[in-house]
C-alpha cells in the first residue's frame, strides 16, 4: 500500500501544472553523468558509495557571471532494497546566491538481474540571498532600484521514477513540488518536468556508446535534448575483463547551446571530466561555459554483491 500511496503521488507530481514564477532549475551539462539533481530515483544504483562533484562557470568574460557548484553522496542498502543520499548546490549569479541542500530517499524494485524500477524523492530547503547594494547602476537615485537586502527560505522537494535494463534507461520527474502553491516571485524557484529516454550499449569489446534525449518543461517553455556518447575500453586479462578508459561527447538543446565532453578513468572507481558549452544566440558566442566534473565510488559490504552487477567495471547511466 505505502508504495502505491507513493506510485500515486509520483505520477500526480509529474503531470500538474503550475503557476510562472521567475527562475530556472540549475543548468549542468553533466547531468547525463548524473541526474539526482532533477530525479531522486537514478541514486538507487547497487554496490557502491557514489561521490560526484561538478562546478560549472558560465559565460566566461561577463561581470556576475553564474558559478554553480553541486556534491553529492549516495550508498544503496541491498538489505532494505533502498538508497539514500544528500546532495548540496550553490548558485552564484550576480548579486544573488541561492542554497539547495537535500535528502534523498529511493526504493529499487526489481524481479531479476535484467531490469529494475525505482521510485525516489527527495526534501530539502531552498534559500535565496539578494543584496541590492551590489547593483551599480548608472542612476542611482533611479526609484526603480532595489538597494535593500533579501533573504528567502522555502521547503523543497523533488519526485521520480526511473526504469533500467540492460540496453534502456527510461524516467519521469518533477522539481520544487512546493513552487506549485506559491504566488510570490520571491521563491526564485519554478517546478520543472523532466522526461528522458537512454539507449545505451556495452555489448562491445572496444567499446561503450549511448544516444539519450531529455524534454524539459517549465511553465510555457521547453527545452529538448539530445546526447551522444562513446567510452572506449582495453583488455585487462582474462579474470576481469574489458575496463572503460576515456569517453567523448555531445549535446545539443533547442535553446541553442551546445556542449562538448571528455571524461577520463583515472583508476577503475574515479573519473574525472570536462564540458564546455557554447551558446548560438546572437551576443554570446564568445562567451562559453566550463564545467569540471569529479566521480568516485566505493564499494560498499553493505550494498547489493558483486555477483549481482552484470560487469563491475562499468559505470552506470
Not at 551599480?136 to 519526485?159: F, K, M, T
Request: glycine content about 6%.
Amino acid at each position: 500500500m505505502n508504495r502505491l500511496i507513493l506510485f500515486f503521488f509520483i505520477t500526480i507530481g509529474t503531470t500538474l501544472s503550475t503557476k510562472a514564477l521567475a527562475q530556472a532549475d540549475i543548468s549542468m551539462a553533466t547531468e547525463w553523468y548524473n541526474r539526482a539533481n532533477y530525479n531522486p530515483a537514478s541514486i538507487a544504483k547497487p554496490d557502491y558509495i557514489y561521490l560526484f562533484s561538478n562546478v560549472r562557470r558560465q559565460w566566461i568574460g561577463i561581470d556576475g557571471a553564474p558559478t554553480v557548484f553541486n556534491v553529492q553522496a549516495s550508498e544503496y542498502i541491498h538489505e532494505l532494497h533502498s538508497a539514500f543520499g544528500i546532495s548540496l548546490v550553490s548558485d552564484h549569479i550576480g548579486a544573488t546566491q541561492a542554497i539547495n541542500p537535500m535528502l534523498t530517499y529511493a526504493y529499487r524494485i526489481t524481479a531479476d538481474l535484467d531490469w529494475s524500477f525505482s521510485m525516489g524523492l527527495s526534501i530539502g530547503a531552498f534559500s535565496r540571498y539578494i543584496d541590492g547594494s551590489l547593483f551599480q547602476a548608472e542612476n542611482i537615485s533611479d526609484p526603480a532600484l532595489y538597494n535593500g537586502i533579501e533573504r528567502v527560505l522555502q521547503p523543497d522537494a523533488n519526485i521520480g521514477i526511473e526504469f533500467q535494463n540492460k540496453h534502456f534507461v527510461l524516467g519521469v520527474s518533477s522539481t520544487h513540488l512546493f513552487s506549485y502553491v506559491k504566488d510570490s516571485t520571491l521563491f526564485l524557484n519554478t517546478n520543472h518536468r523532466y522526461g528522458y529516454a537512454i539507449y545505451k550499449n556495452t555489448d562491445s569489446e572496444l567499446l561503450n556508446y549511448n544516444f539519450g534525449l531529455q524534454v524539459v518543461n517549465r511553465v510555457n517553455l521547453t527545452v529538448l535534448e539530445g546526447n551522444a556518447s562513446i567510452r572506449f575500453k582495453h583488455a585487462t586479462g582474462l579474470n576481469s575483463g574489458p575496463r572503460e578508459i576515456f569517453d567523448l561527447g555531445i549535446t545539443y538543446r533547442t535553446s541553442q547551446q551546445m556542449t562538448f565532453l571528455v571524461g577520463l578513468n583515472i583508476t577503475p572507481n574515479f573519473r574525472v571530466g570536462y564540458a564546455y558549452d557554447q551558446s548560438f544566440i546572437t551576443g554570446y558566442t564568445q562567451n562559453g561555459s566550463h564545467e569540471i566534473m569529479l566521480e568516485y565510488r566505493i564499494p560498499s559490504k553493505a550494498a547489493s554483491t558483486c555477483i549481482q552487477c552484470q560487469n563491475n567495471d562499468y559505470w552506470y547511466y
